[in-house]
């Protein structure tokens, strides 16, 4: 397995691009099942997480091609769909849940293996079902395997979720773009990737009204058509990326950034003495030589403070001066990388769902090992401040949804190799 070595070598200074979305394309890649025109996807993220959909789409008899080096993704569901999708991928990626409802819209059934335990919490799936319940699907759980079935088709409803989830949103929306009459989705997820779903979804015919407040509606259309469609840029990539100046110092261009992506976050940095400002080739960040403050951080759905940025703002706050509490709602066991961070001199306490940051002046480098995507790169960049070298072993977890990181950030000076094994 490999791993990758950063050593802390002063400020960062320059730009660096910003890829598509991968939790944008997770969903927008299983759109193709309901047409069976096709569907292009451009400003597609290099990641292992999309080879992962890809390799499930063509389980289920889809063709998808990657184009341009993988920077576009060109698929067509025009063939026989096979309605099973596979513990043997399904495990590998959580997303891949996203195909049961575009299955269960094109096919009336679907088979889908349950994802299984996830490092970061239990994630269960219960939102999903009862959303497409409340479409007429009926769901019974078989050998680990959802069975939906949707007898004479899927029925517009009024669905009111307990909770924002983002890919149960996802799911609704695409089955409901092919059921018979009107739905509605009360208490919906707001993220940006759902707003890029749905801006795709309207360009293949469906139509939808609401996407990025919390009620949804849904025209149920008899067909969807073809569409090219870029991806929506990845506010989580951005978000890392500006947190690197943050913490070393400098000044970094993140291209494509946009505040309405990050604007919680912002300002957390802000709050902490850090610059952000928006221009016309993104979002520029800067920090002057003084020491970051501490600041108290709740996770949120968005609008708030993204959970898939918490690890990364951890790191951040390690260093700062004074005491942080970072509380997380969206998952249960998601401060797996507090002991790394604690192996390379930082100081946290972690109750349930807290995490109590006194900053220290200095990390110190260590072996440290990532168990979480977000993790993993929440401790390069603590690598980055710190003195001497850290070692980050297990860095598939990286690969998942940083690309080419290493040529990203040595491009703002920063000194990072990947050790291959
Ligand atoms: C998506 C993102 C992930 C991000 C998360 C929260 C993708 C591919 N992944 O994941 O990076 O961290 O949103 O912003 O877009 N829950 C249930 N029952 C369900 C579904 C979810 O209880 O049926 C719970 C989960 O366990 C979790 C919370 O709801 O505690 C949020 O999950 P959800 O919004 O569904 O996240 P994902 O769509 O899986």
Same mark, same amino acid.
């Given at each position: 397995?490999?791993?990758?070595?950063?050593?802390?070598?002063?400020?960062?200074?320059?730009?660096?691009?910003?890829?598509?979305?991968?939790?944008?394309?997770?969903?927008?890649?299983?759109?193709?099942?309901?047409?069976?025109?096709?569907?292009?996807?451009?400003?597609?993220?290099?990641?292992?997480?999309?080879?992962?959909?890809?390799?499930?789409?063509?389980?289920?008899?889809?063709?998808?091609?990657?184009?341009?080096?993988?920077?576009?993704?060109?698929?067509?569901?025009?063939?026989?769909?096979?309605?099973?999708?596979?513990?043997?991928?399904?495990?590998?990626?959580?997303?891949?849940?996203?195909?049961?409802?575009?299955?269960?819209?094109?096919?009336?059934?679907?088979?889908?293996?349950?994802?299984?335990?996830?490092?970061?919490?239990?994630?269960?799936?219960?939102?999903?079902?009862?959303?497409?319940?409340?479409?007429?699907?009926?769901?019974?759980?078989?050998?680990?395997?959802?069975?939906?079935?949707?007898?004479?088709?899927?029925?517009?409803?009024?669905?009111?979720?307990?909770?924002?989830?983002?890919?149960?949103?996802?799911?609704?929306?695409?089955?409901?773009?092919? @059921?018979? %009459? &009107? !739905? *509605? =989705? /009360?208490?919906?997820?707001? $993220?940006?990737?759902?707003?890029?779903?749905?801006?795709?979804?309207?360009?293949?015919?469906?139509?939808?009204?609401?996407?990025?407040?919390?009620?949804?509606?849904?025209?149920?259309?008899?067909?969807?058509?073809?569409?090219?469609?870029?991806?929506?840029?990845?506010?989580?990539?951005?978000?890392?990326?500006?947190?690197?100046?943050?913490?070393?110092?400098?000044?970094?261009?993140?291209?494509?950034?946009?505040?309405?992506?990050?604007?919680?976050?912002?300002?957390?940095?802000?709050?902490?003495?850090?610059?952000?400002?928006?221009?016309?080739?993104?979002?520029?960040?800067?920090?002057?030589?003084?020491?970051?403050?501490?600041?108290?951080?709740?996770?949120?759905?968005?609008?708030?403070?993204?959970?898939?940025?918490?690890?990364?703002?951890?790191?951040?706050?390690?260093? @700062?001066? %004074? &005491? !942080? *509490? =970072? /509380?997380?709602?969206?998952? $249960?066991?998601?401060?797996?990388?507090?002991?790394?961070?604690?192996?390379?001199?930082?100081?946290?306490?972690?109750?349930?769902?807290?995490?109590?940051?006194?900053?220290?002046?200095?990390?110190?480098?260590?072996?440290?090992?990532?168990?979480?995507?977000?993790?993993?790169?929440?401790?390069?960049?603590?690598?980055?401040?710190?003195?001497?070298?850290?070692?980050?072993?297990?860095?598939?977890?990286?690969?998942?949804?940083?690309?080419?990181?290493?040529?990203?950030?040595?491009?703002?000076?920063?000194?990072?190799?990947?050790?291959?094994?």
């Amino acid at each position: 397995m490999d791993s990758i070595l950063v050593r802390g070598n002063g400020p960062l200074n320059g730009d660096i691009e910003i890829a598509g979305a991968k939790n944008a394309c997770l969903a927008l890649m299983p759109a193709t099942l309901l047409s069976e025109e096709p569907l292009t996807l451009t400003n597609a993220p290099r990641l292992s997480d999309i080879k992962t959909m890809t390799a499930l789409l063509a389980s289920l008899g889809a063709e998808v091609s990657a184009l341009q080096d993988g920077k576009v993704q060109a698929m067509s569901s025009h063939g026989e769909i096979n309605p099973v999708a596979d513990y043997d991928i399904v495990r590998k990626m959580r997303a891949s849940n996203l195909v049961l409802g575009p299955l269960l819209a094109r096919l009336g059934h679907a088979v889908v293996s349950l994802p299984g335990g996830c490092a970061i919490g239990a994630r269960p799936m219960d939102l999903h079902t009862t959303a497409l319940e409340a479409l007429g699907a009926e769901i019974e759980l078989k050998d680990g395997y959802l069975h939906a079935t949707a007898k004479g088709g899927l029925k517009g409803a009024v669905h009111h979720m307990r909770f924002p989830s983002v890919g149960a949103t996802e799911n609704f929306v695409m089955a409901a773009s092919l @059921a018979k %009459g &009107t !739905s *509605v =989705l /009360e208490n919906a997820a707001r $993220e940006p990737e759902i707003v890029d779903l749905c801006d795709c979804l309207i360009k293949m015919g469906a139509q939808v009204e609401g996407a990025g407040s919390s009620r949804i509606e849904i025209q149920g259309v008899d067909r969807l058509h073809g569409a090219t469609h870029p991806v929506v840029t990845d506010r989580i990539e951005l978000g890392t990326f500006m947190l690197a100046p943050a913490i070393c110092g400098g000044e970094v261009t993140c291209l494509g950034g946009k505040l309405s992506l990050v604007e919680s976050f912002v300002g957390k940095l802000e709050q902490a003495g850090i610059s952000v400002s928006e221009n016309a080739r993104g979002l520029t960040v800067k920090r002057n030589g003084e020491r970051v403050k501490a600041v108290d951080v709740v996770t949120e759905p968005f609008p708030g403070f993204p959970t898939d940025l918490q690890a990364q703002m951890m790191a951040l706050l390690c260093t @700062a001066e %004074g &005491t !942080s *509490v =970072l /509380e997380e709602t969206i998952f $249960e066991n998601r401060f797996m990388h507090a002991p790394e961070l604690i192996r390379m001199g930082a100081q946290i306490e972690v109750h349930g769902g807290h995490a109590t940051v006194h900053g220290v002046g200095k990390l110190k480098g260590a072996p440290v090992m990532a168990t979480d995507l977000r993790a993993s790169v929440s401790l390069i960049l603590a690598g980055l401040a710190a003195e001497g070298e850290t070692v980050v072993s297990r860095v598939y977890h990286l690969d998942r949804g940083y690309e080419f990181i290493e040529q990203k950030l040595s491009g703002l000076g920063a000194h990072i190799e990947r050790i291959k094994s």
